[in-house]
T-cell receptor, first 113, second 114 residues
Framework: QQQVKQSPQSLIVQKGGISIINCAYE??????FPWYQQFPGKGPALLIA?????SEKKEGRFTISFNKSAKQFSLHIMDSQPGDSATYFC????????????FGEGTQLTVNP | ETGVTQTPRHLVMGMTNKKSLKCEQH?????MYWYKQSAKKPLELMFV???????ENNSVPSRFSPECPNSSHLFLHLHTLQPEDSALYLC?????????????FGEGSWLTVV
């Protein structure tokens, strides 16, 4: 049962462009929504995270937009750089189950120079 | 430099072999996890340990056997695996089991079953 659906599966963006990755969830009990970045040969690393009490969180060029009523959240990468080329995973968890994360399927981002 | 170290990084084993994956975290965390990462699929949580006690077994076949001797070390013992078990196995840790704690991943162990 897929509780977090992520799209697109792959994304190609030109340097300087905006990369947008979307996720939708089903479980309204989820209360923590992180995004992980994974480079080839490495494990996933936390990029940015949000809780449902805010609609947007920005850290540098990375922004999470959160729509609680639609049960959707998205990652925006502004001024995308070739070094941003990686696989991005959205995830969700709920307090009562602790740190148990449910992941999306991942988006392979390629930023062309 | 990751605070979660996994060995070996690559492992090729036959279906009748017995091998183990090792994970060590240097972050002082109390919760440790095994995840399976297959191509085109979401990361799958396999096992969770909190203060050395197993708190979750996500319907994992018995040919995978975890062991957590202390809060810093986690093993995954493998025996009579199938080719479809070939994947990247990721170890992770977090401060504790509360939602919102950052989970730190190791670089993974690539497993190929022949």
């Amino acid at each position: 049962q897929q509780q977090v659906k992520q799209s697109p599966q792959s994304l190609i963006v030109q340097k300087g462009g905006i990369s947008i990755i979307n996720c939708a969830y089903e479980n309204t009990a989820f209360d923590y929504f992180p995004w992980y970045q994974q480079f080839p040969g490495k494990g996933p690393a936390l990029l940015i995270a949000i809780r449902p009490d805010v609609s947007e969180k920005k850290e540098g060029r990375f922004t999470i937009s959160f729509n609680k009523s639609a049960k959707q959240f998205s990652l925006h990468i502004m001024d995308s750089q070739p070094g941003d080329s990686a696989t991005y995973f959205c995830a969700a968890s709920r307090g009562t189950s602790g740190s148990r994360l449910t992941f999306g399927e991942g988006t392979q981002l390629t930023v062309n120079p | 430099e990751t605070g979660v170290t996994q060995t070996p990084r690559h492992l090729v084993m036959g279906m009748t072999n017995k091998k183990s994956l090792k994970c060590e975290q240097h972050l002082g965390h109390n919760a440790m996890y095994w995840y399976k990462q297959s191509a085109k699929k979401p990361l799958e949580l396999m096992f969770v340990y909190n203060f050395k006690e197993q708190t979750e077994n996500n319907s994992v076949p018995s040919r995978f056997s975890p062991e957590c001797p202390n809060s810093s070390h986690l093993f995954l013992h493998l025996h009579t695996l199938q080719p479809e078990d070939s994947a990247l196995y990721l170890c992770a840790s977090s401060q504790d089991m509360f939602s919102g704690n950052t989970i730190y991943f190791g670089e993974g162990s690539w497993l190929t079953v022949v």
